[in-house]
C-alpha cells in the first residue's frame, strides 16, 4: 500500500484544515489508518484512528471534539478534519495503515505497517 497525505498549511488559531490520505496498491477498504503528528523535537504521537469500515474511530484527549476522522472507501482516501487549531497542533502529519479486515482500529504507531509522506501543518498565534 503506497499512502500519500496532503492537505497541510498555515492557518491562524481557530481555522480549519482537512488533510487527505490517498491509497493505492490494494483494496484500501480492508485496512486500518490512523493518523499521528510530530512536532519539532518531539516524539510521534497519536492523533485519530479508524476501523476498516469507518464505524469505530479513537482520538486522543488532545484533539476529541475538535478532530473528526472519516473514510471515503470508494475513493480510497482517508480524512482528517481539524477544527478550532490551536499552535500546539502544529507538527508533521502522517497517515498510516494496516491490513485489518477483522480488527477495528489501531492506536499504537507500531501497529501499522505503511505510512506516508506527512503533511506540514502550521497553526498561528
Known amino acids: 500500500v503506497q499512502l500519500q497525505a496532503s492537505g497541510g498549511g498555515l492557518v491562524q488559531a481557530g481555522g480549519s484544515l482537512r488533510l487527505s490520505c490517498a491509497a493505492s496498491?490494494?483494496?484500501?477498504?480492508?485496512?486500518?489508518t490512523g493518523w499521528f503528528r510530530q512536532a519539532l523535537g518531539k516524539e510521534r504521537e497519536f492523533v485519530a484512528a479508524?476501523?476498516?469500515?469507518?464505524?469505530?474511530?479513537n482520538y486522543a484527549d488532545s484533539v476529541k471534539g475538535r478532530f473528526t476522522i472519516s473514510r471515503d472507501n470508494a475513493k480510497n482516501t482517508v480524512y482528517l478534519q481539524m477544527n478550532s487549531l490551536k499552535p500546539e497542533d502544529t507538527a508533521i502529519y502522517y497517515c498510516?495503515?494496516?491490513?485489518?479486515?477483522?480488527?477495528?482500529?489501531?492506536?499504537?504507531?507500531?501497529?501499522?505497517?505503511?505510512w506516508g509522506q506527512g503533511t506540514q501543518v502550521t497553526v498561528s498565534s
Open positions: 479508524v476501523d476498516w469500515s469507518g464505524r469505530n474511530t
Open positions: 496498491g490494494a483494496t484500501f477498504s480492508r485496512y486500518a
Open positions: 498510516a495503515a494496516d491490513y485489518r479486515p477483522l480488527y477495528g482500529y489501531v492506536t499504537n504507531e507500531n501497529g501499522y505497517s505503511y
